[in-house]
């Protein structure tokens, strides 16, 4: 079992909705990601939130938007998304590289498989 | 810009026989090297990692990897595979000072019963 927490894990969307995708962790872990997995491809770092800032976007449209309210929890809101945008979306953690101890481990969930039509 | 090159996508072999799955990365300061495990069905875990030190690092269920400074490889091994192997591995790569990590493509192993 993974220690960190997606929810839903499943969701379909129209082109027009609005929906967001949650994880939560509890192992105080700073740094959060979030990455796009198509199927039989590898993931594909979105962003990264260290100390609840982002800190890296690696060039995401903006119908992705992420939000980490606090140091357990990122979302992703999705807006006016397009098929192409169906994939597995996979939250991660890790302690930050500010911490010292980095160490770059990530502990992923389990994804929410997300279906735009 | 980093990256990762993994040689093999799709590896066929049968059970008892060793596997080498080979991984590059670009980097020339230093890193942090990863292998994940993605089981049929499952969350990628943590195969095994490369800080520092011992540059032969071992992980869970027998693999192990060597991290080749001169080469800039980290390949992972297993001298003995079994039909549980079965599943597709990432190597990634981190630079020691920032929270990116970077994803080979993947190699897909099936093992043969």
């Known amino acids: 079992d993974t220690e ?3 929810t839903p ?3 379909v ?5 609005k929906k967001s995708l949650k994880c939560e962790q509890h192992m105080g872990h700073r740094a959060m990601y979030w990455y796009k997995q198509k199927a039989k491809k590898p993931p594909e770092l979105m962003f990264v939130y260290s100390y609840e800032k982002l800190s890296i976007n690696e060039s995401v449209p903006s119908r992705f938007s992420p939000e980490c309210p606090n140091s357990s929890l990122l979302n ?3 807006h006016a998304l397009q098929p192409e945008d169906s994939a597995l979306y996979l939250c991660a953690s890790s302690q930050s590289a ?3 101890r980095h160490t770059g481990e990530l502990f992923f969930g389990e994804g929410s498989r997300l279906t735009v039509l | 810009a980093q990256s990762v090159s993994q ?3 799709h590896v066929i072999l049968s059970e008892a026989a060793s596997l080498e799955l080979g991984c590059n990365y670009s980097y020339g300061g230093t890193v942090n090297l990863f ?3 993605q089981y049929p069905g499952q969350h990628l875990q943590l195969l095994l990692k490369y800080f520092s030190g011992d540059p032969l690092v071992k992980g869970i269920k027998g693999f192990e990897a060597e991290f080749i400074k001169s080469k800039f490889s980290f390949n992972l091994r297993k001298p003995s595979v079994q039909w549980s192997d079965t599943a597709e591995y990432f190597c990634a790569v981190n ?3 920032d929270d990116k990590i970077i994803f080979g493509k993947g190699t897909r192993l099936h093992i043969l019963p």
């Open chain 1, 4 to 6: 960190v927490t997606q």
């Open chain 1, 9 to 11: 894990k499943h969701l």
């Open chain 1, 13 to 17: 969307m129209g082109m027009t909705n």
């Open chain 1, 76 to 78: 992703l809101h999705l």
């Open chain 1, 98 to 100: 500010n911490e010292g």
């Open chain 2, 7 to 9: 040689h093999n996508h």
């Open chain 2, 35 to 37: 292998w994940y495990v």
């Open chain 2, 95 to 97: 630079e020691n000072r």
